[in-house]
């Protein structure tokens, strides 16, 4: 499992951290549990972070929350190493391919002429295969509420409902990351936000992804797995008044009516806007990581490969012995591509401009081959072929 961190770092770490044999013990009270690191959240990000601490020999536990908040997230990647793959390895896994399509605010249809398929497979799925082999490495795996983080001697004492949890390092893996920020008093409440809402359907035979981009800049998105369906609305409007209008209109004239399973919004940090990335995603024993640091792609809205990169990276910088490691190493890693796209989003999604690009996709195909990557790059550049040669590397792994 290597991201290109493993290239430009290759040299022996500064700081090796060994964590020391932890002891665990009974109160009256409850019970004491200290670790090195505490990962609130076993979703996607948190537990491949679980995974690669333990690997790292760094102890660990993840607190994720017994509230039920799986939003049966999908995760769509580009087939298009097929050849060096085999994915027959995969069979076990919720797999779909889907042919994909982009729609310009005008309405014209246009189907990416390079790599038409997309592989979809379910996130929990991996989430719970990571989850597995975290706790085999020695990861510890709690399913507890967690009512309040504090800070103690330089680290923290994370208060859940079963158990004090005494660490050193803290690292938000909870998505929308309150918990962990208002430890650190980055207080979510006082971030320019960027809103998703989507819906979630029993998928019934609807086989192929598609992305509009809409008139005021917004993406509408639907993609399916074998079991599920999902359309999605995200865009860099300052609220979410009136999206989830807006995301039912869509859904009756793109879909028809069906019945949701379920629904969900998101807010992240407001990526587009400069001072995002002037903001620090690690402390000196904090880290956030993936949805909770906002590393969700700017135009195509994908954060999958970012968890499981920042997951990585989180690992290796508490393995490095200094967390604050961990914001060089993200933006070493993927930050750059995440700065240049939340750029040239508004132009590249602004109405007059997608529609001439869809226009001059129509004319030729090599015109077509080098436009598609740009209206939906995450999916289909030819630079995301290595990210999703990793990610399917990974999957490969915990599917033996
Ligand atoms: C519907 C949907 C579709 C998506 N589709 C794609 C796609 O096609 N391609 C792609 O690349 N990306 C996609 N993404 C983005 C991708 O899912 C995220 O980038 C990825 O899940 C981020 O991982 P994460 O661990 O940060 O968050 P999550 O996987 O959401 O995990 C967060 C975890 O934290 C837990 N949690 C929350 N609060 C607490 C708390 N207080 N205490 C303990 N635990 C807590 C939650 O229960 C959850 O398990 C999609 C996202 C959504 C929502």
Not at 190 to 210: D, I, L, P, R, W
Not at 347 to 371: C, V
Request: one cysteine or more; aromatic letters at 10%.
């Amino acid at each position: 499992m290597s991201f290109p961190v493993d290239k430009i770092y290759l040299q022996q770490p500064l700081l090796v951290h060994h964590s020391p044999p932890y002891p665990k013990r009974q109160t009256k009270k409850g019970i004491i549990t200290t670790v090195e690191a505490v990962v609130v959240g076993g979703g996607f990000s948190g537990a491949y972070t679980g995974y690669h601490l333990a690997q790292r020999g760094i102890n660990a536990a993840i607190v994720e929350s017994p509230l039920d908040t799986d939003c049966q997230n999908s995760i769509t990647v580009s087939q298009n190493d097929i050849g060096v793959f085999d994915l027959n390895h995969l069979s076990s896994t919720k797999k779909t391919v889907c042919p994909a399509q982009i729609l310009s605010p005008g309405g014209k249809r246009f189907i990416p002429s390079k790599q038409e398929h997309l592989f979809s497979f379910k996130e929990n799925y991996l989430t719970k295969e990571f989850l597995q082999k975290s706790r085999d490495k020695g990861c510890r795996v709690f399913n507890e509420q967690i009512l309040g983080i504090e800070h103690e001697n330089g680290g923290w004492a994370v208060h859940t409902s079963n158990r004090l949890l005494r660490c050193r390092v803290l690292i938000a893996a909870d998505a929308q990351g309150k918990m962990v920020k208002k430890a650190i008093t980055l207080n979510p409440q006082k971030e320019t936000a960027v809103f998703g809402t989507g819906y979630s359907f029993y998928n019934k035979g609807h086989s192929h992804n598609f992305l509009k981009i809409l008139d005021c800049g917004e993406v509408f998105k639907v993609w399916c797995d074998e079991e599920m369906l999902h359309a999605e609305l995200f865009g860099s409007l300052p609220t979410g008044y009136g999206r989830r209008k807006r995301l039912e209109t869509l859904m009756r004239e793109l879909l028809g009516n069906m019945d949701f399973s379920s629904t969900w919004t998101s807010v992240f940090p407001d990526i587009y806007n400069p001072a995002f990335f002037e903001k620090p995603c690690s402390g000196k024993n904090w880290i956030l990581t993936a949805s909770a640091a906002g590393h969700v792609h700017p135009i195509g809205c994908e954060g999958g490969l970012f968890a499981l990169a920042s997951a990585e990276l989180a690992a290796k910088a508490i393995e490095w012995g200094d967390p604050r490691i961990y914001d060089s190493l993200w933006r070493d890693c993927y930050g750059k591509t995440v700065a240049t796209a939340a750029k040239l989003k508004n132009y590249l999604h602004s109405p007059t401009i997608a529609n001439t690009l869809f226009a001059a996709a129509y004319k030729s195909k090599s015109l077509s081959d080098l436009i598609s990557p740009l209206l939906t790059p995450s999916l289909w550049a030819k630079k995301s072929c290595s990210h999703t040669k990793r990610l399917l590397r990974i999957m490969l792994e915990f599917a033996k």
